[in-house]
Every structure is written in structure tokens, then in C-alpha cells.
């Protein structure tokens, strides 16, 4: 029980650390911004390896080497249930207990502290694993990784598939513990950031604003996060995590609205596909798009004077800025397409669209 308690503590940590009455502490923006999670995994989990023999993982943010152990990054044997990665406590005891095989493997931090090398004693040749990084990995100031930044705190689970041992590809399989797990996602080929209401006619902030996103119909877009980026400074506003489970409709629209004052399940855009309480600055500011292992998909800085790169390392819009709406406007790419050039690839609609295309 010891365990756990003291991994209950340290996820608890930045929670505590950043509403603290402390005259040292830093504000809940800058700590979230020091914050590190997963920008990037090589080889990617996304298709089937024929061997693995090691993990490259880019930080959003610098860890502390001290941090870097076999109880804060280690990979398991078999697929885990995601829904697990928001107790760590968990899968740290089951390892302990026996209950899920960890490898032999050494972790190599580099000298920027932003990458760690997972190596396996031996080449894995079949079956799956999954990477575990959990909150004892800790940032600069002793921040706990969590990749949900600024939600509760939630270990990273990134699982890779090969052949199995008969040399088919990989199939339905069980975990550990028994629960059934279904086949690798399917991630989308193709996702951007479509159409911004970030400044209503109306309140701002009682469910009138929406972010949609344009992609692959069908594919997954669970863990995959919406950022929104204050253009004067580069600071993290907000971060919207999308739920387990999680598909782009049959039309191609995922459309993120804005949750009604008081009432978190309520909203004034009809075609919502996930309610969320967020309100996006009028410009100059950004929107990023990461996927489920925190790379970046996408980016739209509207309005004049973004500073170029956002507080977690990623940049802030492509080639000019998309316009500045007015009240009641929203921003939109024309027909969905994408140049790399957000004043080329959006324009501003007096009426705004949701959920069309």
C-alpha cells in the first residue's frame, strides 16, 4: 500500500504545487507550460514492426535525469487498456506483483534532457508491448510528466504491435488481466483544424464559440488534443484532450463546442460532437493540433503578432496568419484544403458553419 500512496502523492503534486498560497510558486500557466508529455515516438506505434530493439521519445519539455527509473519509464508485455493510464499506482504494482512482464532495458537520456532511448536487452521479434512513462518522470522544477496537461494527471501508453509467433499479423487479443482488446486503431490519414468561432456576438463564454476539425471519416481520434496558445506570449491557455473511443463522423466533421455557463453537458451548437468549457482568445492567438502521441498535425494563428512558438515547443501557425474575425464571424479553410499557409487557406465567414464543410 506504501506504493501507492506515494504515487497517489506525486500525481497529486502539480495540482497542489500550482493553487498552493506559496509567494514562490509559479502561476497555474507557467507550471502547466513546464509541464513535459510525449511530442514524439520513433519508430511510431501507428504500423506493424518487424523487430524492436529500441524507443526513441522526444519530451515536450527538458526531464530531470535523476527522475529517469524503472518504475517512471519501463515497457510491459501485451496491450494495455488506456483507460488505465490515469492510475500508474496500478500498473507500477501490477509490475511489481508479477502480473504484467516487464523487459530488461536500459533508458539513455540525452544531453538536452528532451529525448530518452529505451533499449531492449534483446530484439523483440512478435507479439506487442507498450511503453509506460509514468508522473514519477519529473520536468524542470520537479513538475510530474503528465500527458494531459491540465487535466488529471495520466501516464503515457504508447503500444507497439509485430508479427505474432506464428508470423501472422497481429489480431484481438487479451491483456493480463483478462479484458479483451481489439485490433490497432485506425488513425486518420488527414486532420486539420477547419473552422474557428472564437469570438460570439453573443457571451463568449456561454456556448456559442466551436472548433471543428476536418479529417479521415471513421478513423480514431481518441487522446488526440486541441491547444489553445495565447499569441502574445506563447502561454497554454487550455488543453482539450479528446475521449477514449473517439471517431471522426462519416462526413468527415468533428465539431468541439463550447459548454453553456453551469451547465457542463449543455451548448447552443446543435451539431456538437464532444461539449468542452473553453474559450479561445480573440487575436492575435493559436490553435494547435497534436495527435495521440503529442506531434503536431496541425496549426492556425489568426490575427496579426503571434509569437512564432508556443510555450510547450511547438510552433504557432503556417506562413502568414489567417485573418482576425469580428464579432460573430467565424474563420474557415476554403473547401478544406490545405497549402501550409493559413492566409491563404482561410477566410473569414459572417455566418459561421459548423459542422459543414
Request: proline fraction near 8%.
Given at each position: 500500500?506504501?506504493?501507492?500512496?506515494?504515487?497517489?502523492?506525486?500525481?497529486?503534486?502539480?495540482?497542489?504545487?500550482?493553487?498552493?498560497?506559496?509567494p514562490?510558486?509559479?502561476n497555474?500557466?507557467?507550471?502547466?507550460?513546464?509541464?513535459?508529455?510525449?511530442?514524439?515516438?520513433?519508430p511510431?506505434p501507428?504500423?506493424?514492426?518487424?523487430h524492436?530493439?529500441?524507443?526513441?521519445?522526444?519530451?515536450?519539455?527538458p526531464?530531470?535525469?535523476?527522475?529517469?527509473?524503472d518504475k517512471?519509464i519501463?515497457?510491459?508485455?501485451g496491450e494495455?487498456?488506456?483507460e488505465?493510464?490515469l492510475d500508474?499506482?496500478?500498473?507500477?504494482g501490477?509490475?511489481?506483483?508479477?502480473k504484467?512482464?516487464?523487459?530488461?532495458?536500459?533508458?539513455?537520456?540525452?544531453?538536452?534532457g528532451?529525448?530518452?532511448?529505451?533499449?531492449?536487452?534483446?530484439?523483440?521479434?512478435s507479439?506487442?508491448?507498450?511503453?509506460?512513462?509514468?508522473?514519477?518522470?519529473?520536468?524542470?522544477g520537479?513538475?510530474p510528466?503528465n500527458?494531459?496537461?491540465?487535466?488529471?494527471?495520466?501516464?503515457?501508453?504508447?503500444?507497439f504491435f509485430?508479427?505474432?509467433?506464428?508470423?501472422?499479423s497481429?489480431s484481438?487479443?487479451?491483456?493480463?488481466?483478462?479484458?479483451?482488446?481489439?485490433?490497432?486503431k485506425?488513425?486518420?490519414?488527414?486532420?486539420?483544424v477547419?473552422?474557428?468561432?472564437?469570438?460570439a456576438?453573443a457571451?463568449?463564454t456561454?456556448?456559442n464559440e466551436?472548433?471543428?476539425?476536418y479529417?479521415?471519416?471513421?478513423?480514431?481520434?481518441?487522446n488526440?488534443?486541441?491547444?489553445?496558445?495565447?499569441?502574445g506570449?506563447?502561454?497554454?491557455?487550455?488543453v482539450?484532450?479528446?475521449?477514449e473511443?473517439?471517431?471522426?463522423?462519416?462526413?468527415?466533421?468533428?465539431?468541439?463546442?463550447?459548454?453553456?455557463?453551469?451547465?457542463?453537458s449543455a451548448t447552443?451548437?446543435?451539431?456538437?460532437d464532444?461539449?468542452?468549457?473553453?474559450?479561445?482568445?480573440?487575436?492575435?492567438?493559436?490553435?494547435?493540433?497534436?495527435?495521440?502521441q503529442?506531434?503536431?498535425?496541425?496549426?492556425?494563428a489568426?490575427g496579426?503578432?503571434?509569437?512564432?512558438?508556443?510555450?510547450?515547443?511547438?510552433?504557432?501557425?503556417?506562413?502568414s496568419?489567417?485573418p482576425?474575425?469580428?464579432?460573430?464571424?467565424?474563420?474557415?479553410?476554403?473547401?478544406?484544403?490545405?497549402?501550409?499557409?493559413?492566409?491563404?487557406?482561410?477566410?473569414?465567414?459572417?455566418?459561421?458553419?459548423?459542422g459543414?464543410?
Amino acid at each position: 500500500m506504501k506504493t501507492k500512496i506515494t504515487d497517489l502523492l506525486l500525481v497529486s503534486f502539480l495540482l497542489t504545487f500550482i493553487s498552493c498560497g506559496n509567494p514562490h510558486s509559479q502561476n497555474f500557466q507557467s507550471a502547466l507550460s513546464s509541464q513535459p508529455y510525449v511530442i514524439d515516438l520513433k519508430p511510431a506505434p501507428s504500423k506493424i514492426l518487424d523487430h524492436l530493439d529500441q524507443i526513441d521519445i522526444t519530451f515536450s519539455k527538458p526531464v530531470l535525469e535523476d527522475t529517469v527509473t524503472d518504475k517512471s519509464i519501463f515497457v510491459v508485455e501485451g496491450e494495455l487498456d488506456p483507460e488505465t493510464a490515469l492510475d500508474a499506482a496500478s500498473i507500477i504494482g501490477e509490475v511489481e506483483d508479477g502480473k504484467l512482464k516487464a523487459f530488461s532495458g536500459t533508458a539513455t537520456l540525452s544531453t538536452d534532457g528532451r529525448t530518452i532511448t529505451w533499449t531492449f536487452k534483446e530484439m523483440i521479434n512478435s507479439g506487442s508491448v507498450t511503453l509506460v512513462i509514468t508522473p514519477r518522470l519529473e520536468g524542470e522544477g520537479h513538475i510530474p510528466f503528465n500527458q494531459k496537461p491540465g487535466e488529471d494527471p495520466a501516464a503515457f501508453l504508447g503500444t507497439f504491435f509485430l508479427p505474432s509467433a506464428d508470423g501472422a499479423s497481429p489480431s484481438p487479443s487479451s491483456s493480463p488481466s483478462g479484458a479483451p482488446q481489439g485490433p490497432p486503431k485506425v488513425r486518420p490519414d488527414f486532420l486539420v483544424v477547419n473552422e474557428i468561432l472564437y469570438d460570439a456576438a453573443a457571451s463568449d463564454t456561454d456556448g456559442n464559440e466551436f472548433i471543428e476539425l476536418y479529417g479521415t471519416p471513421g478513423t480514431d481520434i481518441d487522446n488526440y488534443q486541441v491547444v489553445l496558445v495565447n499569441g502574445g506570449d506563447g502561454g497554454i491557455l487550455k488543453v482539450i484532450t479528446i475521449l477514449e473511443n473517439t471517431k471522426i463522423p462519416d462526413d468527415g466533421i468533428f465539431v468541439i463546442a463550447d459548454s453553456r455557463t453551469g451547465q457542463p453537458s449543455a451548448t447552443n451548437i446543435p451539431v456538437a460532437d464532444r461539449i468542452e468549457n473553453f474559450d479561445p482568445q480573440n487575436g492575435p492567438d493559436a490553435i494547435q493540433l497534436l495527435d495521440h502521441q503529442g506531434r503536431l498535425l496541425d496549426t492556425v494563428a489568426y490575427g496579426e503578432g503571434n509569437i512564432p512558438e508556443a510555450q510547450n515547443g511547438l510552433v504557432t501557425g503556417e506562413g502568414s496568419p489567417a485573418p482576425d474575425g469580428a464579432a460573430g464571424h467565424s474563420i474557415s479553410r476554403v473547401e478544406g484544403k490545405d497549402t501550409d499557409d493559413n492566409g491563404k487557406d482561410f477566410v473569414e465567414l459572417t455566418t459561421p458553419t459548423p459542422g459543414i464543410l
